[in-house]
């Protein structure tokens, strides 16, 4: 099989050419970290999450919504913010029944198309 | 071209069809406050539909990282740009709104369809502005995941961008199945039609001959080229399963939530069939869940409503973005949308319990009141605190054949307490 070029997508390694700006321009779009983790953590709870399961998370770079906080705010206020929401807001939970399924025999599904050409994929 | 009547833009606007047919129409709400991006919605329609050879960049169902992630790369930045060079300082919203025809008030500025009235480029006229990505930006489905602070480690040595203090969220996406389809305008072989029993945007790929002009035209970039059999694909809405032949689930023929919605994690997603007029407006029925989230509350809202093909996806806007940002995205309601979904009242958070509960669609929901077990403080967008009522409510969800499909009980919040400041607990 020949090898594919992709396209080099780095852009610290792609040379310059004529037309790319030589100055870059942003703008600073202000945003609350504490409010981030205060929302994020009432979700989580609302959402049935337990307390040691949400202080976990929030250390896990896995999940990054709550790390960069923790990352941009510290341990100690991070761990403030959780312990007060926690405190206030509690574990939600709810219990769901859903109409049972008579029955559960496995089936075959046909979803496939043909081919414009006629062969098989 | 005729006139058209766009509820979410709250005046007639320009479109080549005229007005969708009436009947039930696909739609759905996300919340973004629950999302965790963990991409199974992705991958249960990856798995379905889009795993054969010629669409490994064709991601139906994608979860991005906004601000700076998005598929196809800075979609929606660009097409915003291209809106305001051609319309420049008027894409703006009336003051105002309120009432069932114009809920969000009046957008004064250009619509994808207005903006392209009279233009032609190089290949003729256009039906819609808009753009084809490259290759390039077909090639990353979750560049910049999980940045919330800027780009700097991806720029050159001697470059610096300022920093922005840490916010983002995820945003899901997929066909929204548009009252006003751009890639139906723009199709230049008539291939694209909506289906009038629930309206369903679908590509007959007998009749696409791959000229990509939905590509171009949908503003959402739905609408995705497949080299290897010459044709344009898009989302089907699974509509095996909106017509009740998956028989493990819908015994009776009953319509069932598609892939993406059944498999999600947190539990953000409800979608359902509305009524429509004739007129392309949603018909009164507050005990559609839907319709009482969007219509009736007011708590999700379209995603970029000035597009002005009238998409039937809805989100609850996430609390801790600021503002700005999210009305560009979600227009005038954000206010109205997160003051009440930051702490909702009874009925409210009862209807929000029904988001992922059942695998088949709800067409109709209602209330078994309880007692009041809990009052909890919770945080409103200006950083302040309400106190949000807690009932032990039930709500009951009915399918098609309004027989019970699903039943959800809230109970009552439970606190743990430090062991080492409560000693004598048991």
């Known amino acids: 099989m020949a090898d594919i070029e992709y396209p080099n997508l780095d852009p610290r390694l792609r040379p310059a050419e004529p037309d790319h700006p030589m100055s870059l321009e942003g703008d600073v779009i202000s945003g609350d970290p504490a409010l981030l983790v205060r929302c994020l953590a009432e979700e989580m709870l609302m959402g049935g999450m337990s307390a040691p399961e949400l202080t976990a998370l929030s250390h896990s770079p896995q999940y990054q919504s709550l790390y960069a906080a923790r990352v941009s705010l510290g341990h100690e206020a991070t761990d403030r913010i959780l312990g007060e929401v926690i405190a206030r807001v509690g574990v939600f939970s709810?219990?769901?029944?859903?109409?049972?399924?008579?029955?559960?025999?496995?089936?075959?599904?046909?979803?496939?198309a043909p081919r414009r050409d006629g062969k098989g994929d | 071209m005729p006139s058209v009547y766009n509820w979410q833009l709250g005046r007639d606007m320009s479109f080549p069809y005229g007005n969708a047919p009436g009947g039930l129409q696909f739609?759905?709400?996300?919340?973004?406050?629950?999302?965790?991006?963990c991409q199974t919605c992705t991958m249960a329609c990856r798995s379905t539909w889009t795993f054969g050879r010629g669409q490994e960049h064709m991601w139906w169902n994608n979860v991005e990282t906004k601000p700076f992630?998005?598929?196809?790369?800075?979609?929606?930045?660009?097409?915003?740009?291209?809106?305001?060079?051609?319309?420049?300082?008027?894409?703006?919203?009336?003051?105002?709104?309120?009432?069932?025809?114009?809920?969000?008030?009046?957008?004064?500025?250009?619509?994808?369809?207005?903006?392209?009235?009279?233009y032609a480029g190089p290949a003729g006229p256009r039906r819609a502005l808009g753009y084809i990505p490259t290759a390039?930006?077909?090639?990353?489905?979750?560049?910049?995941?999980?940045?919330?602070?800027?780009?700097?480690?991806?720029?050159?040595?001697?470059?610096?961008?300022?920093?922005?203090?840490?916010?983002?969220?995820?945003?899901?996406?997929?066909?929204?199945?548009?009252?006003?389809?751009?890639?139906?305008?723009?199709?230049?072989?008539?291939?694209i039609y909506k289906r009038p029993e629930d309206g369903v945007v679908l590509i007959d790929q007998s009749r696409c001959n791959g000229y990509q002009k939905c590509v171009?035209?949908?503003?959402?970039?739905?609408?995705?080229?497949?080299?290897?059999?010459?044709?344009?694909?898009?989302?089907?809405?699974?509509?095996?399963?909106?017509?009740?032949?998956?028989?493990?689930?819908?015994?009776?023929?009953?319509?069932?939530?598609?892939?993406?919605?059944?498999?999600?994690?947190?539990?953000?997603?409800?979608?359902?069939?509305?009524?429509?007029?004739?007129?392309?407006?949603?018909?009164p029925d507050a005990t559609n869940p839907l319709y009482y989230l969007v219509r009736e509350r007011q708590v999700a809202l379209p995603l970029y409503p000035q597009f002005g093909t009238e998409p039937n996806g809805f989100y609850i806007p996430p609390r801790w973005v600021p503002r700005p940002y999210l009305e560009q995205m979600f227009g005038p309601g954000v206010q109205r949308s997160l003051e009440?979904?930051?702490?909702?009242?009874?009925?409210?958070?009862?209807?929000?319990?029904?988001?992922?509960?059942?695998?088949?669609?709800?067409?109709?929901?209602?209330?078994?009141?309880?007692?009041?077990?809990?009052?909890v403080p919770v945080t409103m967008p200006d950083s302040s605190t309400k106190?949000?009522?807690?009932?032990?409510?039930?709500?009951?969800?009915?399918?098609?054949?309004?027989?019970?499909?699903?039943?959800?009980?809230i109970k009552e919040p439970t606190f743990e307490r430090d062991r080492m400041k409560h000693a004598n607990s048991i």
Not at chain 2, 27 to 37: D, E, L, S
Not at chain 2, 267 to 276: E, H
């Open chain 2, 216 to 283: 171009e035209a949908c503003p959402y970039k739905k609408a995705i080229f497949r080299s290897t059999t010459g044709t344009s694909e898009k989302c089907v809405g699974c509509y095996p399963r909106l017509e009740g032949r998956d028989p493990l689930i819908s015994p009776n023929g009953e319509p069932a939530e598609t892939r993406c919605m059944t498999s999600c994690v947190g539990k953000i997603r409800l979608q359902g069939l509305v009524q429509v007029d004739d007129r392309g407006n949603w018909k």
């Open chain 2, 69 to 118: 992630g998005g598929y196809p790369r800075f979609w929606d930045a660009k097409l915003l740009t291209m809106l305001e060079e051609a319309n420049p300082g008027k894409q703006v919203w009336g003051k105002g709104g309120g009432g069932t025809d114009a809920p969000y008030g009046t957008f004064n500025g250009m619509t994808i369809f207005e903006a392209a009235e009279g």
């Open chain 1, 94 to 112: 709810s219990e769901v029944w859903e109409s049972p399924i008579q029955d559960e025999t496995p089936v075959a599904l046909t979803v496939s």
């Open chain 2, 387 to 409: 106190i949000q009522e807690i009932y032990n409510d039930t709500v009951i969800g009915y399918n098609k054949l309004d027989k019970e499909c699903v039943r959800v009980t």
């Open chain 2, 136 to 191: 390039d930006e077909w090639a990353a489905p979750n560049i910049f995941e999980d940045h919330g602070r800027t780009l700097a480690d991806a720029l050159p040595s001697d470059a610096r961008l300022p920093e922005h203090k840490v916010w983002f969220f995820y945003l899901a996406r997929l066909c929204n199945h548009c009252t006003y389809p751009a890639c139906l305008a723009s199709c230049p072989r008539n291939a």
């Open chain 2, 27 to 37: 739609a759905f709400v996300f919340n973004i406050n629950r999302c965790i991006g």
């Open chain 2, 340 to 375: 009440q979904y930051a702490c909702p009242d009874r009925e409210l958070l009862a209807c929000l319990q029904l988001f992922r509960a059942a695998q088949q669609i709800i067409f109709r929901y209602e209330v078994i009141k309880g007692p009041k077990v809990a009052e």
